[in-house]
């Protein structure tokens, strides 16, 4: 069954640094998420991309925050400059159309330190 | 605004009962609705979904139904088993709309 793949696994890293986290959509999906999880709380989504644009981002996704489809495969989120706050599960989606069920991936666990 | 939320944080149930799992939501112009499975982790996964103008869907040992008077959804598990324990939740679609929003989640404990 095809699935969504996501590196690395966890990321740790000190305040201020860059980080990239990486996905691997489903093949023939067309809508991309990213969302993320602190312990024990719910899944918040940031931002979708669809067309190779981002069609609605939160209000967490601010200016750290951007998204990248650099090839064919791949889906990046970029944090910029982390904060501890930052330090989150963070889970890729996709989906085959808007309005349709989500496939995720297990997620990056970022420890910022 | 746009929410979902979950009107139980726990919910522990004997092996074999069945189990309801209920979540309100408050977006009127929501159409699509789903639930979603987290076990420890894991990212979420897809269990059962339905559509606004429908009021019941049945899967394996899953039913939701959708109650859009009072803006209510609920996931029974029939016969739940060990492994049905993980965090539950609900999630809401507005067509257009290019995001799913997720309630707070629901954590079932099955006892044998």
């Known amino acids: 069954e095809p699935e969504v793949t996501q590196t690395p696994s966890h990321q740790v890293t000190q305040m201020g640094q860059e980080v990239i986290l990486r996905c691997v959509p489903i093949s023939n999906h067309l809508y991309f998420y990213w969302y993320r999880q602190i312990l024990g709380q719910k899944v918040e989504f940031l931002v979708s991309f669809y067309n190779n644009e981002i069609s609605e981002k939160s209000e967490i996704f601010d200016d750290q925050f951007s998204v990248e489809r650099p090839d064919g495969s791949n889906f990046t989120l970029k944090i910029r400059s982390t904060k501890l706050e930052d330090s989150a599960m963070y889970f890729c989606?996709?989906?085959?159309?808007?309005?349709?069920?989500?496939?995720f991936g297990s997620g990056t666990q970022l420890s910022v330190l | 605004g746009e929410s979902v939320g979950l009107h139980l944080p726990t919910l522990s149930v004997q092996e074999g009962d069945n189990s309801i799992i209920n979540c309100a939501y408050s977006n009127s112009a929501s159409d699509y609705f789903i639930w979603y499975k987290q076990e420890s982790g894991k990212g979420p996964q897809f269990i059962i979904d339905i559509r606004s103008n429908m009021d019941k869907r049945q899967g394996q040992r899953v039913t939701v139904l959708l109650n859009k008077t009072v803006k209510h959804l609920s996931l029974q598990i029939a016969a739940t088993q060990p492994g049905d324990s993980a965090v539950y939740f609900c999630?809401?679609?507005?067509?257009?709309?290019?995001?799913?929003?997720f309630g707070a989640g629901t954590r079932l404990f099955v006892k044998a």
């Open positions: 989606a996709s989906s085959g159309g808007d309005g349709e069920k989500l496939f």
């Open positions: 999630a809401e679609n507005m067509a257009g709309g290019f995001k799913t929003i």
